[in-house]
């Protein structure tokens, strides 16, 4: 599909956005790890054991021996965790990759790309010319005309599903998003193209179509069981809905989902955010200061571009906390229907949701919605691994992939241990806490430079009003 004038626009943005990042040395494939417990989630434990690392893969695993040791005895090695709704911003790929592999996550799947970047930056991690985690890429979003995102392919009629799929297809997508404004036709002809390309469907409900009609296999955030805000709605209206569903629309919701062998990616952190940004007060997030102050001052900043979260009152909050609340309940029920459920955060797509550290917080939204911390790991790993295909991801085992997170404590039985990360394996190449935050501390010294701070907030403040004049977002 041809690149429309305002996805050049952000192509050419995102270039002058470009910060010179710091080299940070990629390690050597391989090694070993002696003396630790591996932790399969879902899958059994085993104490005092050895993992040999050759290339990628875990080429053995062992009874380590009694007098052995290493840096890690005595830790825990868990499959890396795995978030499934993600949006890289395109001048901070290289930071973003190292905040992932800082929280245990070794595998992203990018549900949008906003400027044709992504393969090069899949091809450059799995070289080891970057450090970062594997990416499972869908290109661009498709959505109907106009698209709600101005980065997104439109696509009007089957035709133009067919043509968009058959692109994505030849680009080596691993998969298609969809969103909300597309037609129910276009829908269709896009589900039609991507089994033929033996692709599959992940995104959003369109606006167009029931939920029971969409049949879309992945579906997002929960879509599809509240509408969509109607002329002269407010995200207030929205949340009083979320407070009001009745136990019957979540038990028809939930029963599609399993009668269709749908799967669920709810992204409830950002339920949380959107409920922490209604407050006068922003919330606190330590790992919030890795991020450039264009993204914390401007791109964050939604009381601008929802003008009724500046007219906060005691009820906002108190709904919107009661409509999450109903969210959590949707995916105790889906659990409890056997519905696959997917850990995902849309990371850098929600105001203060920071690469990593919202995974943590997703997972522990989870526990809270009734999971227990195992389940909750298993949304984390094999559940996702073994619905991205992808061989040998997602537990650790002999011939399987060497994507791991170590662990001081375990937090399979305790998810407040997911603190404890000491170091991860991404690929087979190893990287200690002490490591990746060093070289975090060095892009965010890059990026706070006085010139680069001036040149990319002004151009994020140009990005935001184009992005409103093109009705993606509403800036007053």
């Not at 004038?5 to 002696?34: C, D, E, N, W």
């Not at 929280?103 to 799947?109: A, F, P, Q, S």
Request: aromatic share 6%; net charge neutral.
């Amino acid at each position: 599909m041809p690149d429309a004038a305002i996805r050049r626009f952000f192509r050419l943005t995102f270039k002058l956005m470009s910060y010179r990042a710091p080299h940070i040395p990629v390690p050597l494939q391989g090694g070993v790890l002696a003396g630790v417990t591996v932790v399969n989630p879902g899958g059994g434990r085993a104490e005092c054991r050895t993992l040999v690392i050759s290339g990628d893969r875990i080429v053995r695993l062992e009874q380590a021996h009694p007098a052995g040791g290493s840096l890690y005895a005595g830790m825990y090695v868990l499959p890396g965790l795995i978030d499934m709704h993600v949006h890289v911003g395109p001048p901070m790929r290289d930071l973003m990759g190292l905040l992932f592999l800082a929280h245990g996550v070794t595998t992203i799947r990018e549900t949008g790309d906003a400027d044709g970047t992504t393969f090069d930056a899949r091809r450059r991690i799995n070289a080891g010319q970057a450090a970062g985690p594997r990416i499972l890429a869908g290109g661009p979003v498709l959505d109907g005309d106009p698209p709600f995102l101005p980065t997104s392919w439109r696509v009007r009629d089957a035709s133009e599903a067919r043509m968009a799929v058959a692109e994505l297809a030849a680009l080596g997508v691993d998969f298609v998003k969809v969103h909300h404004t597309l037609s129910a036709e276009a829908l269709a002809s896009i589900r039609a193209a991507a089994a033929e390309h033996r692709l599959k469907v992940v995104g959003h409900i369109p606006m167009s179509v029931a939920f029971a009609d969409a049949h879309i296999w992945d579906v997002q955030h929960l879509d599809g069981l509240v509408p969509y805000p109607g002329p002269g709605e407010t995200v207030l209206d929205v949340q009083r809905k979320w407070r009001d569903l009745s136990p019957a629309a979540i038990d028809a919701y939930v029963r599609v989902s399993a009668q269709q062998g749908l799967v669920h990616t709810p992204t409830l952190v950002c339920g949380e955010r959107l409920v922490q940004a209604a407050d006068p007060t922003p919330p606190v997030i330590p790992a919030a200061r890795y991020m450039p102050r264009y993204v914390r001052d401007i791109a964050w900043d939604v009381k601008r571009s929802m003008p009724v979260l500046r007219r906060f009152t005691p009820e906002t909050l108190a709904v919107m906390r009661q409509g999450l609340a109903r969210g959590k309940e949707v995916v105790r029920q889906l659990q409890l229907y056997g519905v696959r459920l997917h850990t995902g955060t849309d990371t850098a797509g929600m105001p203060f949701v920071v690469p990593g550290a919202s995974l943590h917080e997703e997972l522990g939204h989870f526990v809270d919605a009734g999971l227990t911390a195992e389940q909750a790991w298993i949304a984390a790993t094999s559940a996702p691994a073994e619905s991205l295909g992808v061989p040998g991801l997602g537990r650790v085992a002999a011939g399987m992939l060497a994507d791991l997170a170590i662990f001081r404590a375990d937090p399979t039985r305790d998810i407040a241990a997911l603190s404890t990360l000491e170091a991860v394996v991404a690929q087979g190449r190893l990287y200690t806490r002490a490591a990746l935050y060093d070289a975090l501390e060095r892009h965010r010294r890059a990026f706070e430079s006085p010139l680069y701070e001036r040149l990319s907030m002004a151009l994020t403040e140009l990005g935001m009003r184009q992005m409103a004049r093109q009705g993606g977002l509403r800036i007053e």
